[in-house]
């Protein structure tokens, strides 16, 4: 069936909508996003985006902040545990872990489930899945009275080993069933079943604590689109970049979590392989954060833990601790709280400070009219002339200049006793350091240089900064894609279906029996399989990569690395185990040093009938001014040429802005742009 697929990305401040039509059209929109009911947002986007009778709706893809937004505001469900009897304190001791080593004023985030919510039964697990202590089915009354005294609305079952042997789980997840049919139940041996029991108990919480509010949403959602003819099924997108059903969503929402940042990266990936871009460092930069990732080979680089509601996302960082952990895979971002809506400020000190407090879409920027007061990023953008003031999104949001000026005079340049100009510059300076931390932390702490890297810049904001940071950086070309500033919308269209699944096992590599590692993968394949057919995808349409999580013996975390097709013995897990810790920390263990394996996984991925990427995305030609007056350091204020994306037919060097609808990029001097024929800005050092 032909008709248009629609992806909705949800923002701090805008939400973006893009449509691919049968015929190879794309359609775009932005509207300011809306914080108290998202929703509302994105039914006002697609009344706007299918007001020109674009045909009917066939897919409606959404990625969205609730999950991770819902924990760090801490508006989750009445949430409950029920554990093993002696272990319900294990959210409390965590993993001893602290992003702050030397502040004795740090406390750690406050559990999500409060202690009297923690309730026990007696059994015990052995970690070889044999039982030592009968469930007492007994022991689970009072836990029963309790969860209906205290109106819980959610709980998760977490029990000692039920990795290993999941009866004694599933069979207190049918008593509270029966006893309280209304109730969510998150059990983790279907989460989350793999060995370690902090990352396993804070896992299966967090998706018991998002579960009715995730639900509620989708819910809603699909109620709002229905009502406007739409019946296309609804698809969300999750943190690992694979594509999910609502349903899948709505009982396992730990899994989009992080949908919002990981859309753009799956983007990046499928431009990538178009391209032929073996190496690429993503740059998404909007309204409220910033966010760096790795393309490595057309294959997004993804880490088996992050953590949610410290304030801002890490993947595999050093300092964790901030925030709750979450151990499923997702896509491997760094994020900072540096976006075009970032407050700039002077702190106690008079030292300025960019962000992590941002405007948002409510007030929003003090240029946007709607009762902003404080300086932002973007403020500083529109006064140094890099941002039209006759409006963003093609002229739909007019901004005041006087306004902002009159901000960054009173905040920030008469305290610095700096002119206005000298003063924005300075907070655009601030604000790219705090971002090149997040490139680095992809790419430096992963063992990556990133002069070898490509830069591919998007969101709002990232054409703007990515020149200026590539040059910081070593990096000597940046792409900027089609479609920048709703790029994550976009990714969503090109994404694909996907399953992940993964078995603990804890062997030494060199006692491990090789029929029962292929015997493992073999049997994961195959459930990934079933669960894509279950999607609509035949065999024929279906791939798969797997993985083996491995360490040095000792050692208290692994490192995953791809494993080729077809047999692989022991040995081989081992060389690759061993390069990668090379590559990642610079060494390699002695010859003969045990190696352990931990988990095995696979990932099921179900391919489209069609390439979903366009062959080329030719630039639309605009109205734009043929040059304005910005400002640059050393020379000041000159006159600058603008030109739209359909402009760049011939080479061009800067400086130079390139103005369009969804975004604007910044080419300054010791630079060349020009246009590729998929339709991307090429910008490359001279």
Partial sequence: MSGLRVGVDIGGTFTDLVAFAPDGRVTTHKILSTPRDYGEGIIGGLAALLAGGNGPVTEVLHATTVGSNTVLEGKGAKTALITTRGFRDILEIRDLRMPVLYDIGWT????????????????????????????????????????????????????????????HEQAVARMVRAALPDIAISVSSEILPEIKEYPRTSTTCINAYVQPVVRAYITALDARLRAMGIDAPLQLMQSNGGLASAA???????????????????????????????????????????????????????????????????????????????????????????????????????????????????????????????????????????????????????????AARAAIARDLAEPLKRSVEEAAHGMLRLASATMMRAIRSVSVERGRDPRQFTMLAFGGNGPLFAAGIA?????????????????????????????????????????????????????????????????????????????????????????????????????????????????????????????????????????????????AIPPLAQSVPASRKAWFPGDGWMETPVTDRSGLTDKRSGPLIVQEYDATCLVPRGMTAELDGFGNIRLDRI
Avoid: W
């Avoid at 009354?141 to 290993?164: D, F, Q």
């Avoid at 979590?257 to 460092?281: C, D, Q």
């Avoid at 963003?392 to 005041?400: C, E, F, K, T, Y």
């Avoid at 692989?568 to 352990?596: K, M, N, Q, W």
């Fill in 471 to 615: 040059a910081e950086l070593g990096i000597r070309r940046v792409i900027v894609p089609p479609l920048p500033g709703v790029f994550s919308a976009f990714g969503l269209l090109v994404a694909d279906a996907e399953h992940h699944a993964r078995q603990s096992i804890r062997l030494r590599l060199d006692h491990a029996d090789p029929d029962r590692i292929t015997g493992i993968l073999t049997d994961l394949a195959a459930a990934g399989a079933q669960r894509l057919l279950r999607d609509g995808f035949p065999q024929e349409r279906q791939v798969f990569q797997r993985a083996a999580a491995a360490r040095y013996a000792g050692q208290s975390s692994e490192i995953e690395v791809t494993l080729p097709e077809g047999a692989v013995s022991p040995s081989r897990i081992a060389d690759l185990f061993a390069a990668e810790h090379e590559r990642t920390y610079g060494f390699r263990a002695p010859a003969g040093e045990p190696v352990e394996l931990m988990g095995l996984s696979v990932m099921a991925r179900g391919l489209p009938e069609r390439p979903r990427l366009p062959s």
């Fill in 108 to 167: 750690k985030p406050r559990a999500l489930v409060e202690r009297r919510l923690r309730l026990e039964v007696t059994e015990k697990t052995r970690p070889d899945g044999s039982v030592a202590v009968p469930l007492d089915r007994a022991s689970l009354a009072p836990v029963l009275t309790m969860l209906r005294a205290e109106n819980v609305a959610s709980v998760a079952i977490c029990l000692l080993h039920s990795y290993a042997n999941p009866a």
């Fill in 248 to 402: 899948f969503a709505a009982h396992s929402p730990a899994h989009i979590v992080e949908s919002g940042p990981a859309a753009g990266v799956v983007g990046a990936a499928a431009l990538a392989r178009r391209l032929n871009e073996t190496r690429l460092i993503t740059f998404d930069m909007g309204g409220t954060t910033a966010k760096a990732g790795l393309v490595e080979n057309g294959e997004v680089l993804r880490t088996e833990a992050m953590e949610v509601g410290g304030g801002v996302m890490a993947g595999s960082r050093l300092l964790v601790g901030a925030g709750y952990m979450l151990k499923l895979p997702a896509i491997d971002l760094a994020e900072v709280g540096a976006g075009g809506g970032s407050i700039c400020r002077l702190d106690a000190a008079g030292a300025p400070k960019v962000g992590p407090h941002s405007a948002g879409a409510e007030p929003g920027p003090v240029c946007y009219g709607r009762g902003g007061t404080a300086p932002t990023i973007t403020d500083c953008n529109l006064v140094l002339g890099y941002l039209d003031p006759g409006g963003l999104v093609g002229g739909g949001m007019r901004l005041d200049l006087g």
